[in-house]
């Protein structure tokens, strides 16, 4: 089974504070992605990764950075946390050039103060 | 402006009976359709999928119906059961590519 984890189920951080989400998967996917979760506005895409270094933005970069220096390992980088940035994280990671199944890990509830 | 939309953001359902999800979308490059089980506190789950060259998938108790003509998808579960409570998402691909667009999701709520 794959398995996709995340650092932190439960975050809480002041804003201003620099907030690092770490997602790490064990099945030697390709792809890796970064996803926000909002009542009524379902998963709404951030960044992903195709490969080791690379990085594509998704709908809403704005206000995130990723970094991806190993297959395994993509994170998500709040530089300057908001309070508008308090949402349902959410990692996945899928295979291959063309898959659209992803797998996702349990998320991070992050609370921005 | 969402390309993936889920218009009824809640349904209750009988045990037994049959659920039935929507999911309309915009964007006719779409050409592949998920949808995903999302229980509290866990990540979505991967339910069933269906191609744009084919018009129905069913998989056990779930069938996924596509009409393209009218940018339509549905999910039927039959019979539904306690278990299946949960939010479920329809998402949508690109087949020259790897994103995933979602819709904003249905709570289903079946009712012993």
């Known amino acids: 089974d794959v398995k996709v984890t995340q650092s932190s189920r439960y975050l809480v951080k002041r804003t201003g504070e620099k907030v690092f989400l770490e997602c790490v998967q064990d099945?030697?996917?390709?792809?890796m992605f970064w996803y926000r979760q909002d009542p009524g506005l379902g998963l709404r895409l951030i960044y992903f990764?195709?490969?080791?270094?690379?990085?594509e933005k998704g709908d809403i970069p704005e206000g995130y950075s990723v970094s991806r220096e190993k297959k395994e390992r993509f994170s998500l980088i709040l530089e300057s946390a908001s309070t508008n940035q308090t949402s349902m994280y959410l990692c996945?990671?899928?295979?291959?050039?063309?898959?659209?199944?992803?797998?996702f890990g349990p998320g991070t509830r992050l609370t921005v103060t | 402006d969402q390309q993936v939309k889920q218009n009824s953001p809640s349904l209750s359902v009988q045990e037994g009976r049959i659920s039935i999800l929507n999911c309309d979308y915009t964007?006719?490059?779409?050409?592949?359709f998920l949808w995903y089980k999302k229980y509290p506190a866990e990540g979505p789950t991967f339910l069933i999928s269906?191609?744009?060259?084919?018009d129905k998938n069913e998989d056990g108790r779930f069938t996924v119906f596509l009409n393209k003509s009218a940018k339509h998808l549905s999910l039927h579960i039959v019979p539904s059961q306690p278990g299946d409570s949960a939010v479920y998402f329809c998402?949508?691909?690109?087949?020259?590519?790897?994103?995933?667009?979602f819709g904003g999701g249905t709570r289903l709520m079946v009712k012993p």
């Open positions: 099945m030697d996917h390709e792809n």
């Open positions: 269906i191609s744009s060259i084919k």
């Open positions: 996945a990671s899928s295979e291959g050039a063309v898959n659209h199944e992803q797998y």
């Open positions: 964007n006719s490059m779409f050409d592949y």
């Open positions: 990764s195709y490969d080791v270094k690379m990085k």
């Open positions: 998402a949508a691909a690109n087949n020259a590519g790897n994103m995933l667009t």
